[in-house]
């Protein structure tokens, strides 16, 4: 029986006024989680615990296959409320979570990611990060535009490429881990590793036998460090393995590395891929999100760590599956090009264009390529606009439907009418002309 301890905390920060992000920890089924929340009017928060608790509830089997179809039916859970509640509109979350599984009677553990916070496992005195982000700046580090080091301190650094909650459909990242006794999983939001680097969070993980202590300690210096937004820390330990891992790595040895443990091995599932293996539990098991139209450019990530071997770069049998697999990433970026897209497009905000107050679709700086475009004119002159205002409409100001924008206008409208109790020459369309006498405001000129 693989045994384990554990200790979370969770913070708002030093920055944001609500805690958005949800943490899980339910012992009876050997799942932790953590989710972050995104999405204003607290829909974020509304958007993370609704996500783990879907998952408890329906992670059913102790199986990886389960874990990732509980994840997917938690962002049914997480969609569907976000369309039935126009408050929620537009809320996600992302999700990660390891769990206990079983397979072919032997105990495994699972670990599951949509979206950027992380999975991270200290072995010995190495911690590897075992999710992979899905956010902006972690695919144009994958495509050579920005080291790691520059994504660190990016301002798009916090745009996430997939998350629950955004679409009907949702790619499960997941791998399997031998449950080795002594290492330590690391299970975070973006909060953390926002403000302190890796070698930072090693150390405390290394130093502090507590899991708890732990835990506390690095959430006070994410604070330390600026706390800008919400700090969610998992910090657990693999206490007892049944020496199951002993017993694995003797068998590794004589299996050798020619079999290729550990490599990662890209599953092409939905394209007869010819060596379904029970690496991969995951093949050719039920897609119930055939409806979705890039059901079949979607590539399910499954992996399998071993040992110390995790993680090497996957470059051996250069075949027709390596090509048929690049297809598939290409698909699988265009897939995920049409959410980030679907994202970037479903928002609006107000700003100034052309000296005239504009309602614009999509996000200030834009997403990607999906640049915004000009929504409405509102005939408001840049000119006419209160001092109190400019600032935030030449940054942009976000609205999260056109009719919020809209009654964000007509607000603004009634502000300049109010600061303006003298008619002045009108700048809109050609009215009547300006009253040569009796203003009908209640100032009186004085002689
Ligand atoms: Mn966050």
């Known amino acids: 029986m693989t045994r384990f301890r554990w200790g979370a905390v969770s913070d708002t920060g030093q920055v944001r006024s609500d805690n958005e992000d949800s943490s899980l920890v339910a012992p009876d089924r050997d799942l932790f989680v953590v989710a972050d929340g995104m999405g204003g009017h607290q829909g974020g928060g509304v958007a993370s615990s609704l996500a783990v608790t879907a998952l408890r509830e329906h992670y059913a089997d102790r199986t990886t296959e389960a874990l990732v179809e509980g994840v997917k039916l938690a962002n049914r859970v997480v969609h569907d409320r976000a369309i039935d509640d126009p408050e929620l509109r537009g809320m996600g979350t992302t999700l990660c979570a390891v ?15 949509v979206g950027d916070s992380r999975v991270y496992r200290l072995q010995g005195d190495e911690l590897l990060q075992v999710s992979e982000d899905h956010s902006l700046v972690e695919q144009m580090v994958r495509e050579g535009r ?3 080091a520059e ?3 990016h301002p798009q650094r916090n745009i996430v490429t997939r998350a629950l909650g955004i679409e009907t459909a949702l790619d499960v990242d997941w791998w399997e881990v031998l449950p080795t006794a002594g290492d330590r999983w690391l299970l975070c939001s973006d909060g953390l590793f926002g403000e302190v680097d890796d070698d930072r969070i090693a150390s405390v993980l290394r130093r502090l036998d507590d ?7 690095l959430v006070r210096l994410a604070n330390d460090g600026g706390g800008r937004d919400n700090i969610t820390v998992l910090v657990l330990d693999v206490v007892d393995d049944g020496d199951r891992a002993a017993n694995a790595s003797k068998a590794l040895v004589g299996a050798g590395a020619a079999a290729g443990v550990g490599r990662p091995e890209p ?3 939905g394209f007869g891929d010819a060596e379904p293996t029970t690496t991969n539990p995951v093949v050719g098991g039920a897609d119930d999100d055939a409806e979705a139209p890039e059901a079949h450019g979607r590539r399910r990530r499954g992996r399998r760590h071993d040992g110390g ?9 250069f075949t027709w599956r390596v090509a048929l697999f690049s297809l598939l990433v290409l698909a699988t970026l265009g897939a995920a090009a049409g959410a980030v897209g679907w994202y970037a497009r479903n928002t609006y905000y107000v700003a100034l264009n052309d000296d005239e107050v504009t309602i614009f679709q999509g996000r200030p700086d834009g997403v990607l390529w999906f640049d915004p475009t000009v929504a409405e004119r509102t005939g408001i002159p840049s000119d006419d606009v209160p001092e109190a205002v400019v600032g935030d409409l030449e940054a942009g100001r976000d609205q999260a439907t056109l009719e919020d924008a809209q009654r964000y206008v007509s607000n603004l409208e009634d502000q ?3 600061l303006e109790p003298e008619p002045t020459t009108t700048t809109t369309a050609p009215g009547p ?14 002689p």
């Open 151 to 153: 994504a660190a301190s």
């Open 416 to 418: 300049i009418e109010e």
């Open 433 to 446: 002309p300006p009253p040569t006498t009796a203003p009908t405001t209640p100032v009186t000129p004085t």
């Open 99 to 113: 769990a206990l599984v079983e397979s072919d009677g032997e105990e495994l553990l699972a670990v599951v990611n």
């Open 309 to 317: 071997a995790a993680q090497e770069p996957r470059s051996r049998r």
């Open 146 to 148: 920005l080291t790691h």
């Open 211 to 217: 899991p708890e202590d732990a835990a506390r300690e």
């Open 267 to 269: 599953d092409v599932a």
